[in-house]
């Protein structure tokens, strides 16, 4: 049973704020996979506004998922701040150098204010953000990547290495890195707002690699910064990723500010729903390859099924189905369209 597209917009905010919808919503995290179904490189998708904004427009037409997302990287802001950035191979993204442009409190400083108009690729962003929005965006749920929260963009700029020595020997610094990088987070993420998005996502998995304690110390406060930030200017749902089993620290990440957690495969949904409750949305969590890229249309519809059920089972309405983390681009069509249909039509 088909949907009416145009009911995709409407279906994911409702959804996100906890209101009776007919279906479930799905979203997967489908961005360099987009390029793949486009047959463009992975270079022009990075680089060229126009040919990332249309693949992102004929995967929605092709596939007609209720959520399309806007991504090309995660160096796009450390890239505006600085960071050299490369492409390691002529089907990856760009990615960093691995050479660290602050290691002072007098690099901190040479740092100058955001802007969003002129800076790296924000300008890039922005443009296909606008041709996805015209195209599609009466129908489909946007969701724009700001890329990182502050303790990851600290530790694409001094090298996660640097940093993680830095928050036992020098917190000052690596605070006040955190500070011009909440800065820079909420100045772009404030301008994906202005083009269109209709929700803004940004990830901060490094966080959950330095512990419960070291992560309510150093990374929370700074994502509890920029989503205040945010939320005082915007009115549309921000969200958070960590990847990994970030259950651990699952019930800090709730306090954040977020809207929206989004949760990878190694999360256990239903210990999930019950840790941060009824009022915070959850996007995710299939596994991404072992399921959607490497199973069959049956396992990925089957297992699509059991977690609308079992989040419906235990009443939280604020959850869209989708991969736990980036799709890989090589994920087969048939996989692609039996987890999308699987949520649409489950239940009908």
Known sequence: ???????????????????????AVV??????????????????????PRLLADSVIGYYQQFRPDAVWLSADTWVTAEAMGAAVSFPGPEQPLAGTG????????????????????????????????LIDR?????????ACFDQYPFSLACALAGIQQVM???????????????????????????????????????????GLIGPRLYREAALPFEKRVIAALKSQLSIPVSLHICGNAMPILADMATSGADVLELDQHVDVAEACRV??????????????????????????????DLVRTVRRLGHRRFVVSSGCTLAPDTPQANLRA??????????
């Open 99 to 130: 050479e660290a442009c602050v290691r002072t409190m007098a690099d901190i400083e040479r740092i100058g204010p955001p802007d969003p108009q002129t800076q790296g690729r924000w300008p890039l962003m922005l443009e296909a953000l606008r």
């Open 1 to 23: 049973m088909q949907h009416r597209s145009s009911d995709s917009k409407e279906l994911v905010s409702r959804t996100l704020a906890g209101r009776t919808v007919s279906r």
């Open 27 to 48: 979203g997967p995290l489908a961005v360099h996979s987009c390029a793949r179904l486009a047959g463009i490189s992975m270079r022009d998708y990075t680089l060229n």
């Open 135 to 143: 195209a599609i965006g009466e129908e489909a749920f946007v969701v």
């Open 165 to 207: 020595v830095l928050l036992i020997d020098d917190r000052p610094l690596i605070e006040s890195l955190m500070a011009k990088c909440s800065e820079y987070t909420v100045a772009y993420a404030a301008a994906l707002a202005e083009a269109g998005a209709d929700m803004l996502s940004g990830g901060d998995s490094p966080a």
């Open 339 to 348: 987890h999308i249909e699987a949520a649409q039509n489950f239940g009908r």
């Open 276 to 305: 941060i409750g009824r009022e915070i949305a959850i996007w995710g969590n299939l596994d991404p390859v072992g399921l959607l890229a490497q199973g069959t249309p049956a396992e990925v519809q089957a297992e699509t099924e």
